[in-house]
């Protein structure tokens, strides 16, 4: 794992966000969006939520359930987005390119995996992972539009609060190793040599 971020981002002065990644292309890897807005509408800076042009009614969803002025940026592209990462605290998506994206600029992240995981090569950053040991995950490696078993366990079942508290941890806790076990979700980060703790 390289010391310096992969992107370089353009850093902003100023109070510090956090970003939001209500979306993935795939509904299995998608955290649904009445928790994504409480999540939003607890945050006490402003909240920054990510999405392609597609994405728009979601995103404004997600605004209008949690309260709150959000800034919701459905770019196609990346100028907006890259200067808005560089004002972030921290960002927390599901398994998308987005939030992996977030994480090679050196943007704190937190990854909710639900139809797939951590452990198959697509995690290597410095943040925490929340996701469930249920027996019948990962069912895709890479997502699909519905869940086999039909009840989405891994996503319906991750808490905010779980999310808040992944949150909590990287801030007050960011190079150090975590590994936390809420119930059936476990939470870690990368030790120093780049592994992931288990």
Known sequence: MPDTPWIALPTQSGSRSLGIVPLAAHATKRWPVEKWAALAGSWEGPVVAFGGPEDA?????????????????AERGFTQTFEAMGRLQVLVGGDTGLMHLAAVCGVPVVGIYGATTSKDGFWC?????????????????????LCPVGDHACMEGVA?????????????RPAEEILVDFGSRIHRVPDDEGETAT
């Open 160 to 172: 905010v609060a779980e999310v808040s508290a992944a949150i909590e941890m990287l801030l007050n």
């Open 57 to 73: 009614a979601v995103l404004h969803q997600v605004q209008e359930e949690s309260g709150r002025e959000i800034t919701a940026l």
């Open 125 to 145: 950053h410095p943040g925490i992972v929340v996701e469930s040991s249920l027996g019948c995950r990962p069912c895709s490696r890479h997502g699909s539009d």
